[in-house]
Each structure stands twice: as C-alpha cells, then as structure tokens.
C-alpha cells in the first residue's frame, strides 16, 4: 500500500520569506504525486503535479516541487510567500483502483503567513 | 463556472437520523468518488463510481451508502449518522484513471 508522510503540522513564516513543506511517499510501484491546498471550509485544489518527465514541476503561483526518486521525496516549495498563501497543504500519491484513481494523502500541512 | 457542486454546504442532523449529500457535475467525468475528511485529518476515500459499476473501501463501514442515478449525479447515504460522522464530505471526478481530480467545495456534516 502506498502512503505519504507530512512531517510537519504547521509551518509558521514571515511574508516574502521561503518555505518549504516537506512530503516523503512510500510505494512499490511508479508513482504520480500531487500537492493539493484547501482553505477554510472550501474543497481540494490542485496546485501541481508529477506524473512523469521533468523532476521540477510548478504551479501558476509561485510554487514548485521536485520528485526526488532517491529519496522517496516531493517538497513543495515557494521563494517567497504571500499572505495570500495562508491555507492548509495537502500532499498526495495517486494509485489505481477499480476504474479510477485513488488518492492517498498526507496528513497535512498549516502554512502560516504573518506580517 | 462551478464544475462540481455539492449540495448543501452545512449540513445538521440528528442522530440516527437519516442524511443525504448530493454531488453534481457539469463536466461528463465518468468517475465520480467520495472522500471523507475529519477535523485537521486528511481526506479518506470512502467509495467511488465508475460509470455504474460501484467500489467500495474495504474500510467503508456499512453505515455508508451510496447511489448514482446517472452520470451526472452522485449521493451518499449516512442511514444512522453517530457522532463519529460528524467531517466535512468531498465529492470529486474525473475522466478515468491518471487523470487529475476535480473537486467539489465539500458539505461539512454536523450531527447533533
């Protein structure tokens, strides 16, 4: 069974400072990892993935990741941070179940940006 | 243009009272799943539709049901809701297997 592993609950930082959000995975077949977020009382979106090709993957806002295969990893980082970023951050692997695809996810990780 | 929409976004029940979730989708995704998040947990599949053929979680208790009329609506079924059940409730599709999901803004069950 495929599982992700977010060590840590929350991740406090001062706007336009660097973060990073580490995700380790563990499984035994090709993977294809995602970092969802989620604000308050609202539903997952999709902020990037790796399915295949470049380890360095990015997303609209600022945000990359690289799948380091090695080390069993898909950090999700971002140079410099905005208010805006404040939310809970979800990492995930995708495995295939019946007809569809089954997301695993990580535990999550609160981002907080102060001023 | 929302593209899932789940229907109500709070709800309250009693408990052991039956309650309904309903999830829609303007997309024609053939792949319609249901996730269940407690509170500061991650998100659990509970089941998932493809088309008409239905897959459960081995970990699904039987208290949790669901049904999917057509492609474009999906609902799940709590027939006697505890306290336990109290999470938000997170619909999502997709086209078919290695494809990106899309999800709904959830309904977060209360139960009383």
């Known amino acids: 069974a495929q599982s992700v592993t977010q060590l840590d609950s929350q991740v406090p930082v001062f706007e336009e400072a660097p973060v990073e959000l580490r995700c380790n995975y563990s499984?035994?077949?090709?993977?294809?990892l995602f970092w969802y977020v989620q604000y308050p009382n609202q539903g997952l979106q999709l902020l990037l993935k790796?399915?295949?090709?470049?380890?360095l993957v990015e997303s609209i806002n600022g945000f990359e990741a690289e799948f380091n295969k090695s080390q069993t990893s898909f950090h999700l980082r971002k140079p410099s941070v905005h208010i805006s970023d404040t939310a809970e951050y979800f990492c995930?692997?995708?495995?295939?179940?019946?007809?569809?695809?089954?997301?695993?996810f990580g535990t999550g990780t609160q981002l907080k940006v102060e001023l | 243009d929302a593209m899932v929409i789940q229907n109500p976004r709070y709800q309250v029940t009693q408990f052991g009272k039956p309650v309904t979730l309903s999830c829609s989708q303007t997309?024609?995704?053939?792949?319609m799943y249901w996730y269940q998040q407690k509170s500061s947990q991650a998100p659990k599949l509970l089941f998932h539709?493809?088309?008409?053929?239905?897959?459960n979680e081995a970990d699904t208790p039987d208290n949790f049901q669901s049904r999917r009329p057509n492609t474009s609506f999906c609902f799940l079924d709590i027939r006697s809701p505890g306290l336990g059940d109290a999470a938000m409730y997170l619909c999502a599709t997709s086209p078919g297997r290695w494809v990106d999901y899309t999800f709904g803004s959830g309904t977060r069950l209360t139960v009383v």
């Open positions: 539709y493809y088309d008409k053929d239905f897959n």
């Open positions: 997309l024609n995704h053939n792949v």
């Open positions: 790796y399915l295949s090709g470049s380890t």
């Open positions: 499984s035994s077949v090709s993977v294809y």
């Open positions: 995930a692997v995708s495995e295939v179940t019946g007809g569809g695809n089954k997301l695993t």
